[in-house]
């Protein structure tokens, strides 16, 4: 059974940085896509950044430049380094896994399979 754990997330004023990490129980996490999503109050859940099995980086026009996802397939942890945050990056953010190609991604939520609980970014202005 895939088990995904956010960390990371917390209170931080506008322009800061926060580094969020998601810890997969998979025993063949290289197989796996990533993705990170986030879900503001009242709104749906939109994409933020995904990462290939060969470790090639998507974003959502909003965050690129000021995010960063990686991986590190030996320790199962996909990243997302977040730097000048903005109070419209309050969100819950969530990681998802999903099986692809080498090279592809999603950024659909619906084509991920499994799911973290998410973890709590509240940026302050």
């Known amino acids: 059974q895939v088990q995904l754990i956010e960390s990371g997330g917390g209170l931080v004023q506008a322009g800061g940085s926060l580094r969020l990490s998601c810890a997969a129980s998979?025993?063949?996490?290289?197989?796996?896509?990533m993705g990170w999503f986030r879900q503001a109050p009242g709104k749906e859940r939109e994409f933020v950044a995904a990462?290939?099995?060969?470790?090639?980086?998507y974003y959502a026009d909003s965050v690129k430049g000021r995010f960063t996802i990686s991986r590190d397939n030996a320790k199962n942890t996909v990243y997302l380094q977040m730097n000048g945050l903005k109070p419209d990056d309050t969100a819950v953010y969530s990681c998802?896994?999903?099986?692809?190609?080498?090279?592809?991604?999603?950024?659909?939520?619906?084509?991920?399979?499994?799911w973290g609980q998410g973890t709590q970014v509240t940026v302050s202005s």
């Open positions: 990462i290939s099995r060969n470790s090639i980086p």
């Open positions: 998979i025993r063949t996490f290289s197989s796996y896509a």
């Open positions: 998802a896994a999903r099986i692809l190609p080498f090279w592809d991604t999603k950024n659909d939520p619906n084509d991920y399979n499994y």
